[in-house]
Structures are given as structure tokens and as C-alpha cells.
T-cell receptor
Framework: AQTVTQSQPEMSVQEAETVTLSCTYDTSENNYYLFWYKQPPSRQMILVIRQEAYKQQNATENRFSVNFQKAAKSFSLKISDSQLGDTAMYFCAFLRGWAGTASKLTFGTGTRLQVTL | SQTIHQWPATLVQPVGSPLSLECTVEGTSNPNLYWYRQAAGRGLQLLFYSVGIGQISSEVPQNLSASRPQDRQFILSSKKLLLSDSGFYLC????????????????FGPGTRLLVL
């Protein structure tokens, strides 16, 4: 079974600064997908970024980027120019190789990020 | 574009009463559908998923059931609520695999807060 570990329960960053959230996973699969989701106080889960394991290039979405280290099974999220609206719980998630059926995500326990003035 | 709706947004129910939560998706066909529960300050627990009308897979034995009467409608039910059923319920959908750059990605609804007293 796959496991996803987020070792930082809480983090804090000042507005306009950069912060990195850590995520490691354990799998014997070679083909899989990784995701970061954001859950603000409204509690709706919002997709932040998606990475395909077979792609060596790190995914980026505006101020959000990942550092995907496949050999180390590490998938960290970097938030640049942090904004107050980035305050949220962040979840890392893993999906093993697509089999044409429902995607059963494995989630980490989350990192609570607080952006301060 | 695709949108996902959940209702009600908030529900307070007495122990022993029935439950029906509804989720609908617009703008796509043949989606995979999911029900999750999130206890306060915790991660997401997958309850049910469905790959088609009338096809339901249960992940955790419990007091709840799910049904999919139409392609884009997913319902979570209970005949008699327990105190332990309190939580935040999230519905999600994922594409059926024909959109390659979105394979496996789940998109979440706004959620329902359920309090059982």
C-alpha cells in the first residue's frame, strides 16, 4: 500500500516571502501521479498543482512550483511571494498508475500554513 | 467548464434520523464520483466511489450508503444517524480517462457540514 507523509504539521511565513512544504511517499510503482491540494477556511479542497511521475520537468502554476525527486520519493511544494490568501491547510496526495477506473487518492495528513503580515 | 454542487451546505440532525446528501456535476459526462468524510483537523477518508450509474464501491464498512441514480448525481444516505457520523462531507469527481492531461485528477465540491446531536 502507498503511504504519503507530510512531516510539518504547521508552518508560518511572512507575506511576500517564499515557503516550501515537504511531502514524501512510499510506493513500488513506477507510473503514478502526485498532487497538492489547498483547503482554506471555507474547507473546499482546491487543486493547486499536478505532477506526472514520468515527466522529469517540475510542474509550475503561477506562484506555485514543485520539486519532484523521483529517486528520493519526494514531492515538495514551493510557494513564492506568499499572500494572505495562501493561508490554508495543504494536502499532498498520491495516485498510482492509471488503470482506466476510479482514481483512489492517498492523502497525507496535511500542513497548516499561516501567512502573516 | 465543469462545476460540482453539494447540498445542503450545513445540516444539524438528531441521532437516529435519516440522512440524504446530494452531489451533482455539470459540464461533463460519465465522471467518476467520490464521497469523502473529514473529521475536524484530520485528513480525508474515502467512503464510496462510483465509475457509472448504479455502480458503487465501498471503502469503509459503516452506517452509510451511496447511490448513483443518474450519470452526474451521487447521493450519500443513512437510515439512522450516529453521533460518530458528524463531520465534513466532500463530494468529488474525476474525468473518465479520455482527457490525458487531467487523468486521475479529482475536483471537489464545497462540502456539507453535518452535526449529529
Amino acid at each position: 500500500a502507498q503511504t504519503v507523509t507530510q512531516s510539518q504539521p504547521e508552518m508560518s511565513v511572512q507575506e511576500a516571502e517564499t515557503v516550501t512544504l515537504s511531502c514524501t511517499y512510499d510506493t513500488s510503482e513506477n507510473n503514478y501521479y502526485l498532487f497538492w491540494y489547498k483547503q482554506p477556511p471555507s474547507r473546499q479542497m482546491i487543486l493547486v498543482i499536478r505532477q506526472e511521475a514520468y515527466k522529469q520537468q517540475n510542474a509550475t502554476e503561477n506562484r506555485f512550483s514543485v520539486n519532484f525527486q523521483k529517486a528520493a520519493k519526494s514531492f515538495s511544494l514551493k510557494i513564492s511571494d506568499s499572500q494572505l490568501g495562501d493561508t490554508a491547510m495543504y494536502f499532498c496526495a498520491f495516485l498510482r498508475g492509471w488503470a482506466g477506473t476510479a482514481s483512489k487518492l492517498t492523502f497525507g495528513t496535511g500542513t497548516r500554513l499561516q501567512v502573516t503580515l | 467548464s465543469q462545476t460540482i454542487h453539494q447540498w445542503p451546505a450545513t445540516l444539524v440532525q438528531p441521532v437516529g434520523s435519516p440522512l440524504s446528501l446530494e452531489c451533482t456535476v455539470e459540464g461533463t459526462s460519465n465522471p467518476n464520483l467520490y464521497w469523502y468524510r473529514q473529521a475536524a483537523g484530520r485528513g480525508l477518508q474515502l467512503l464510496f466511489y462510483s465509475v457509472g450509474i448504479g455502480q458503487i464501491s465501498s471503502e469503509v464498512p459503516q452506517n452509510l450508503s451511496a447511490s448513483r441514480p443518474q450519470d452526474r448525481q451521487f447521493i450519500l444516505s443513512s437510515k439512522k444517524l450516529l453521533l460518530s457520523d458528524s463531520g465534513f462531507y466532500l463530494c468529488a469527481w474525476s474525468p473518465d480517462g479520455t482527457i490525458l492531461d487531467r487523468v486521475g485528477t479529482q475536483y471537489f465540491g464545497p462540502g456539507t457540514r453535518l452535526l449529529v446531536l
